[in-house]
């Protein structure tokens, strides 16, 4: 199968959450669900010194951080209600290779540790798939270890690290610690998912 690029227009739809296209007009109600220090803390972003605490230089922040020409930037939200609790991209397509990477991804902390996250990837690795990519990878900083962690609970394999990537908003140089999904490995890893998010009702 040749791979395509999911239509970014196309909603995405699970059981506890609803991936549609992100919207500048969605900003305000995605920075208060993400806005808040303890997202940065981790790594995200940049790292702690990335943290914006007016919403101004927070969109700011914003317009240039996601991959709003590189990729398919999605609102994370609840399907009851539609609220948003955060954002996640599949963007850095390369079809000639047949990959593309899973990423820019942040909730609200009041869904950590839910079923949104897991529920999310499943999602968005379902889409990649099903549109012939080969690979699919997923990567955060070495010191953001609930990132780390919750990549490696969906399956992914561990590939290694990539040293000085890019500057940490601090100056400091951010090491990247790679993962992936190959399409041999999905019908497996959806399994997985699929037991756990039958096991996980909240």
Do not use: C
Not at 111 to 130: H, I, P, S
Not at 135 to 148: F, G, M, T
Request: hydrophobic residues 45%.
């Amino acid at each position: 199968m040749t791979a395509r690029r999911p239509d970014p227009a196309a909603v995405l739809e699970g059981t506890t959450v609803r991936l549609r296209a992100l919207t500048l007009d969605d900003l305000p109600d995605l920075f208060d669900a993400i806005g808040h220090p303890e997202v940065f803390a981790g790594g995200w972003g940049g790292g702690p010194a990335a943290y914006r605490d007016t919403y101004e230089e927070w969109r700011a922040f914003m317009l240039e951080y996601l991959a709003w020409d590189a990729g398919n930037v999605y609102a994370v939200t609840l399907r009851d209600g539609d609220r948003i609790v955060g954002t996640t991209t599949l963007g850095d397509f390369d079809l000639a290779n047949g990959s593309a990477h899973i990423g820019w991804t942040a909730y609200a902390p009041e869904v950590w540790g839910t079923r949104v996250n897991a529920e999310a990837k499943r999602l968005l690795l379902g889409a990649a798939f099903d549109h012939g990519l080969e690979r699919v990878k997923l990567q955060a900083d070495v010191l953001n270890e609930r990132s780390r962690a919750a990549i490696l609970r969906l399956g992914a394999q561990f590939e290694g690290v990539l040293r000085h990537t890019q500057p940490r908003a601090d100056g400091s140089w951010r090491d990247t610690a790679v993962y992936s999904v190959l399409s041999e490995e999905w019908p497996a890893v959806r399994a997985g998912l699929d037991e756990r998010l039958a096991a996980q009702t909240a």
